[in-house]
């Protein structure tokens, strides 16, 4: 499903994000990926979902070598992938309609289709009674879920998710986890970006941890930095 081969980011300032990644994410796997600041966790998931272009290596995405996938067939390639960013990057001047609906419309959805579908996002969110709210009425909690919500609408094969519980308090990471775990549970392949160690932990899903751009550990077991089987999958 997700496969990196000598990866290697170096960004325009000279900033160099991963440094020979090697790893493997079967299809249906759940997995946490976990590092300080900086260590490159958002960077990868950023790759898997060409919004940025990896320097160097090969990164095959269910069967298909994200070096061949042209600008203008991204937002294809993207149909099948669910991003949920840690800032919500919600439309404060749209209901919650309208911001879960946004990636239906911009793929072309009939407007029938779309509210079954939100309806049924929202539904699995616990999230339907305030369908015609705005963002700003929600909670910290709510507006998470909403961005949950929109992430799955399009019943995406990937699911990503960058730091999704960092502005929660622990009781909501974990009920925010364990959401992540149920569409795992139905066949999604989950990548989660997290610092909170300990919860994910807890969790007793497969770890990745990075360190200055690199793998230093997969599910708790130390790997060789330039060895080509760090993989995990």
Same mark, same amino acid.
């Given at each position: 499903?997700? @496969?990196?081969?000598?990866?290697?980011?170096?960004?325009?300032?000279?900033n160099?994000?991963? @440094? %020979?990644?090697?790893?493997?994410?079967?299809?249906?796997?759940?997995?946490?990926?976990?590092?300080?600041?900086?260590?490159?966790?958002?960077?990868?998931?950023r790759?898997?979902?060409?919004i940025? =272009?990896?320097?160097?290596?090969?990164?095959?995405?269910?069967?298909?070598?994200?070096?061949?996938?042209?600008?203008?067939?991204?937002?294809?390639?993207?149909r099948?992938?669910?991003?949920?960013?840690?800032?919500?990057?919600? /439309? %404060?001047?749209?209901? !919650?309609?309208?911001?879960?609906?946004?990636?239906?419309?911009?793929?072309?959805?009939?407007?029938?289709?779309? =509210?079954? =579908?939100?309806?049924?996002?929202?539904?699995?969110?616990?999230? /339907?009674?305030?369908? %015609?709210?705005?963002?700003?009425?929600?909670?910290g909690g709510?507006?998470?879920?909403?961005?949950?919500?929109?992430?799955? !609408?399009?019943?995406?094969?990937?699911?990503?998710?960058?730091?999704?519980?960092?502005?929660?308090?622990?009781?909501?990471?974990?009920?925010?986890?364990?959401?992540?775990?149920?569409?795992?549970? !139905?066949?999604?392949?989950?990548l989660?970006?997290?610092?909170? /160690?300990?919860?994910?932990k @807890?969790?007793?899903?497969?770890?990745?941890?990075?360190?200055?751009?690199?793998?230093?550990?997969?599910?708790?077991?130390?790997?060789?930095?330039?060895?080509?089987? %760090?993989?995990a999958?």
């Open positions: 499903m997700i @496969r990196f081969t000598n990866v290697n980011m170096t960004y325009a300032d000279g160099e994000a991963l @440094r %020979n990644i090697n790893l493997h994410v079967a299809q249906g796997a759940m997995v946490y990926i976990t590092g300080r600041s900086g260590a490159g966790k958002s960077t990868l998931l790759l898997i979902a060409l940025d =272009r990896h320097s160097r290596g090969q990164i095959i995405i269910n069967g298909q070598n994200l070096d061949r996938v042209r600008n203008r067939r991204i937002p294809l390639f993207r099948h992938i669910g991003f949920m960013f840690q800032d919500h990057r919600l /439309l %404060n001047d749209r209901t !919650v309609f309208d911001n879960v609906g946004l990636p239906l419309v911009i793929a072309g959805y009939r407007h029938q289709e779309i =509210r079954k =579908r939100v309806q049924a996002a929202l539904d699995k969110v616990s999230l /339907l009674p305030k369908i %015609n709210s705005y963002p700003m009425s929600l909670s709510e507006q998470q879920r909403v961005g949950v919500a929109r992430a799955v !609408v399009h019943r995406p094969a990937i699911l990503l998710a960058d730091e999704p519980t960092g502005n929660l308090d622990p009781a909501l990471s974990w009920d925010t986890m364990k959401l992540f775990e149920q569409f795992n549970q !139905v066949g999604v392949t989950v989660i970006a997290s610092h909170d /160690l300990d919860m994910i @807890r969790l007793q899903k497969r770890i990745i941890t990075l360190k200055q751009g690199r793998i230093l550990t997969h599910a708790g077991t130390p790997l060789e930095e330039n060895a080509s089987s %760090n993989e999958g």
